[in-house]
């Protein structure tokens, strides 16, 4: 069974947020740390993993990652900080 997540990647904490959805966390996260994704990310430095959450349903996924990116920004903040108050860079903690 594959499963997928939603993710939420910022530059500092209370900085500049990104939200996106794959199905390879740790890769995706490194090749948004290593500046291979072009486009706002890179443009912004936006490569710290404050947030994730897990999906079983590719389109339960995609449902959410919209919804979050509807969201006004001090529920995204919230949504973090309950997981995360500190903003901590979580991409140490998935890849070992």
Do not use: C
Not at 69 to 88: F, M, S, T
Request: avoid cysteine; charged fraction near 30%.
């Amino acid at each position: 069974m594959k499963n997928y997540y939603v993710y939420i990647l910022t530059n500092q904490r209370n900085g500049t947020l990104y939200i996106g959805v794959t199905s390879d966390l740790i890769k995706r996260v490194w090749q948004h740390k290593n500046k291979l994704v072009d486009g706002f990310t890179s443009k912004y430095d936006i490569n710290k993993l404050v947030y994730f959450e897990l999906h079983e349903d590719v389109e339960a996924a995609i449902a959410q990652e919209k919804r979050l990116k509807r969201w006004k920004r001090a529920w995204k903040v919230v949504l973090i900080e309950k997981q995360n108050p500190y903003w901590d860079d979580l991409y140490e903690s998935i890849i070992g």
